[in-house]
């Protein structure tokens, strides 16, 4: 079945209550004037209440009304946060680096605003010692709890003990956040473009005179004349 509203020739009852382009009440009106007024308007007669007695229509831009509602659902859509779980496993030996590595994973998921289930990994005689696992996540609590909190304490399943960890902030704050950094960063990205270019363009250009001299070949001296010897010239 078609969700959407009636419009038009497709409306088939005697009557309507008819609201205006502007939210005006115009009262009950047969449908035949109703439609007459949206062909005057250039409008489109849209059902917005059919289960009322008689049923209501507006007169509008039946095209424009839902694209613009498209519109807000996609923005609504793009605001909505949806909770996710993210999963981390250790070893209750788990070397001090590979440790270093995996709260740097949990530290990113709390602060994208998701919750962590800590999955501690018991295997062979390491069941014998449930310590070691517990403070190891007692430990892994008390380094990130600046962004999140226990929201489930640490319980044995099976082979496994399990924590969860919530964030402090709501998906939507960190959501809000990273998108403001991003955006930080691309007005910082082209500012520095912004500057390089008028840095290049504010370079004082080489006087014409000093371009002159450059170009400038300096002419060789001419040849100073030769004086013939006294004796010479006498005997000739």
Not at 72 to 99: C, F, G, S
Not at 151 to 158: N, T
Request: charged letters at 35%; aromatic letters at 4%.
């Amino acid at each position: 079945m078609s969700t959407e509203p009636r419009i038009n020739d497709r409306i088939r009852v005697p009557e309507v209550r008819l609201v205006g382009p502007s939210g005006e009440q115009v009262g009950i009106v047969p449908l035949a004037k109703a439609l007459e007024l949206a062909q005057e308007y250039d409008l489109d007669l849209v059902e917005v209440a059919a289960t009322a007695r008689p049923p209501v229509c507006k007169l509008m831009d039946y095209g424009k009304f839902k694209y613009e509602s498209a519109m807000k659902a996609r923005e609504a859509r793009k605001n909505q946060a949806h909770t996710v779980i993210k999963e981390m496993k250790l070893r209750p030996k788990i070397d001090p680096h590979d440790y270093d590595t995996k709260k740097g994973h949990v530290v990113r998921f709390l602060k994208q605003g998701d919750k962590v289930k800590i999955t501690i990994m018991f295997r062979g005689r390491e069941q014998s010692r449930p310590e070691l696992g517990f403070r190891l996540l007692q430990r892994l609590a008390d380094d990130v709890q600046d962004l999140g909190f226990v929201e489930s304490s640490p319980k044995q399943d099976g082979r496994n003990m399990i924590m969860v960890l919530g964030p402090h902030k709501k998906k939507t704050e960190a959501m809000a956040e990273a998108r403001a950094a991003a955006d930080a960063r691309k007005a910082e990205r082209q500012g520095r473009t912004a500057d390089a270019a008028g840095a290049e363009s504010d370079e004082p250009a080489e006087p014409a005179e000093a371009q002159d001299a450059a170009t400038e070949v300096e002419a060789p001296e001419a040849a100073a004349p030769v004086e013939q010897p006294a004796e010479a010239s006498q005997g000739a």
